[in-house]
């Protein structure tokens, strides 16, 4: 093996077979941006591939950008969900920060855009990232750069969303150091470019942004309706929550793909305009006997009929026993229509009873 000695780590010089950590094997790269490249690795501690995101040596000397690389691989540890992309470890090797990460074999959803190719299914996209977005929110953290080169496909088909690397709500200012407005410009909220702080909703606009163009032409209606909730330039108007967009999607509220950490959850911005579908009401509480409020819940129309029959005709047993059977055999009343109607007749029935 090829170990990254100064002299290369210096030149910028990161090959296939060099070491990191005396653990991880570099074996092919998979992408580079400015700020760092990504390779895929072994880890011949538990004899699996990983994926490697080491900085820049250019960038290893301005502590800004070693900072925000660590915050990125705290905010990466901190997160466990199926829709986002796990952090294994975090090290640095002759003066080079490296993060260790889940390697998602299926590549970038961009990718798959540029080819043209649409094998996914563009609502359970959406519901996926929904779910993520969700995760990370509930967290007290905010993505702030949502756009297809930062979503994932594993080969089980599930999307993941990956790279942290300007996400965070306790650093939510709205200029980088070089005072340039964070994000990508296309799939930026209007009042995030406009200078304003990023949101919760900023996050479900630039998710919209991605979604609107997964969505063919035969996309349901369901998802056009939540893409134009999400995109609309007013945040006021877009959903409150990701939970409350995916309720576009379902006609209901469901339970996310993983349970939420546990604890109390971060407070966000968001807009206090609720925009999800209309709800049922919950039951009428009522103040029972000692003065505490209770809910009144109230059995099944079927099962409450049921019972008074069979009262019923316990009481006229006992009653034509009493009173011997010379008595003209009880009229059974018919089966169906309302509750009153069904109630009169069996008051009808007791009176015939009686006489």
């Known amino acids: 093996m090829t170990e ?3 002299t290369s ?9 060099a070491r990191l950590g005396e653990r991880y094997t570099l074996s092919r790269l998979i992408g580079t941006g400015g700020m760092a490249s990504v390779w895929v690795a072994h880890d011949p501690r538990l004899h699996r591939e990983v994926a490697i995101k080491i900085i820049s040596d250019t960038l290893a000397l301005d502590s800004t950008f070693v900072e925000r690389f660590e915050r990125e691989a705290r905010i990466a540890a901190a997160l466990s969900h199926p829709h986002v992309v796990s952090a294994f470890d975090y090290g640095t090797h002759y003066g080079r920060p490296y993060l260790v990460m889940e390697y998602v074999a299926g590549g970038t959803l961009s990718a798959r855009l540029k080819e043209g190719r649409t094998d996914w299914d563009p609502v359970t996209l959406a519901r996926e990232l929904l779910d993520a977005l969700a995760h990370i929110h509930a967290v007290g953290i905010l993505h702030r750069d949502l756009k297809p080169a930062n979503v994932l496909f594993g080969t089980d088909g599930r999307a993941r969303l990956t790279d942290f690397g300007i996400a ?48 063919t032409g035969g996309a349901p209606h369901e998802l056009t309706e939540l893409i134009h909730r999400l995109t609309d330039p007013d945040p006021g108007r877009r959903p409150a929550s990701a939970e409350q967009a995916r309720a576009f999607l379902t006609g209901t509220a469901q339970a996310p793909t993983a349970p939420m950490p546990a604890g109390s959850a971060v407070p966000l911005d968001a ?16 103040t029972g006997p000692d003065g505490e409020g209770t809910t009144r819940r109230w059995m099944p129309r079927g099962l409450g009929v049921a019972l008074v029959v069979l009262l019923v005709s316990v009481l006229l047993a006992l009653s034509l026993a009493r009173h011997g059977s010379s008595r003209e055999p009880l009229q059974t009343p018919p089966a169906g229509g309302s509750v009153a109607e069904q109630l009169d007749q069996l008051d009808n029935s007791i009176d015939h009873a009686r006489r």
């Open 271 to 286: 807009p206090t305009e609720a925009m999800g579908p209309p709800t049922a009401p919950a039951p009428a509480p009522v």
């Open 4 to 6: 990254i000695d100064s």
């Open 168 to 215: 965070s709500l306790a650093d939510a200012t709205k200029l980088t150091s070089t005072g340039f407005v964070v994000g990508t410009e296309n799939y930026l909220a209007p009042e995030v470019r406009g200078g304003g702080v990023a949101t919760t909703g900023s996050d479900l606009y630039g998710l919209g942004v991605v979604l609107r163009e997964c969505a």
């Open 9 to 17: 780590t210096a030149s910028g010089t990161v090959v296939a077979g």
